[in-house]
Every structure is written in structure tokens, then in C-alpha cells.
């Protein structure tokens, strides 16, 4: 099929990549990208002025994902995105076929020289609901398509994922101008989300605030009274991480 992504990043990068890997014909709608870059990147076939082909993704922040779709009503496209939030473009959505979508894989690096056409394989790709063209979509990419309810979506990837950046962006701005010497592979471990951006993140923390916000006041209140229970709960969920549960 022929899909025209829009952000030709690491995330709308990589899915170029996996669709071209299967036979897809892949376009791009991104002006900080020359063709001959996404060329040369293996990530896209041709570029487009306008978001107009058989699937629209719509591989930009999440702010910009927004206001593309306010564009795209009438549209006969089945569009789709790969945000982390997805009640805010649901609501952004009149009159467009759409399906929110997010992928759960990524990276704190960002960029289309870091783009993975491995990215997704075996990674949930959480949808909204099913649509047959987006499901085709997800399958190519080698990712487990999901279907979720998109509130409860945004309130748990609030507190297992949007929480963790904000701890560790919080954290590496407490240590700056620390002596290097203090900071052990325990923090330089809990700081690698402290390399994401904040242009990513900052339409993320906007429109899901609500949901950041309880989960924050939540592990507030398990720090405030940490004990034997909390460690073990933990170590729990860390040995059923290591053994892949």
C-alpha cells in the first residue's frame, strides 16, 4: 500500500523504513528534511507538499498532530498517529477517519540518522480501534497492534511513562553542577531519559497534565512513607522485568 507520513523523524523515520523493507511505497511531508536525505536513509521513496494518500501518519509532536488533523476533515485518507497521548487528537478529529494510535518504542535520541527499521518489532502498537488498512500498517512494522480505550491509555501511560521523564528530566536538573564524581551508575542509569527533548515532550506534559499531575501526587505520597512493602513490590516487578514476565 502507499502511506505518506508526516515528520520524518525517528519515529515517523523508522516507520518508513520497516514499510519500504516490505514492499511499501512510502511518502513524506516534513520541510526540515530533503528528499535525498530520506533517500539516502532508506526511510521514504518520495517527498509531497500537501498530507494527501491511501494512509496519512501523522509522525509529529503532538501540539502539530492537532493542528494538521483540524486541516484534514473530508479527507477520504484513514489517518493515523503515533503520539503518546491520544484522547487530545480524538478531540482534534472531526469528520476525519482516524485512529489514534501510539507505538511503544522509542528513544531519547531523536532525528532520522537514528531511525530503526528493527524499532518496532515485537513492541505493543496501542490503537484506539481497529481499522484494516492501519492493522496492515502495524503488522508490516513487526509490532503487536493493541487496542486500547484511549483515556485509560492516557492515564496509565501518565504514570509509566510520562512520570519516568519528568523524574529523571527533574533529577538531571538537580544535578547539574553536581562534581561528577558524586553521581554513581545507580543516577547515571535512573538520567537516561534526561537526553529527550523537550520540543518532544512539552505537548505531551500539556495535554495529558491532568493525568501527570495524579501520578505524581501518587508517587509523592509513596516516598513520603516508604517501607519494607514498597521494596518488595518493587523488587517484585524488577525480577519479573529481568525475567521477561
Known sequence: MDVVIAGLGLIGGSLGKALRARGWHVSFVDPHVSLAAARAAGAADDMQERLEGEIIVLATPSDVARAQLATLGGTDSVVTSVSG???PLLDAAADVNFVAGHPFAGSQHRGLEVADAELFVKRPWFVNRTDEKVMALIAATGAEAVVVDAMEHDRVMALTSHL?????????????GVDPRFIGSGAKSMLRLAGSSYAVWEPILDQNN???????QQLWDTMRSIGAEDFERA???????????
Request: glycine letters at 12%.
Open 85 to 87: 497521548v491520544m484522547g
Open 164 to 176: 519516568p521523564q519528568v523524574v529523571a528530566t527533574a533529577l538531571g536538573s538537580l544535578l547539574d
Open 210 to 216: 491532568e493525568n501527570i499531575s495524579v501520578a505524581a
Open 235 to 245: 523488587q517484585r516487578l524488577y525480577g519479573n522485568e529481568v525475567r521477561g514476565k
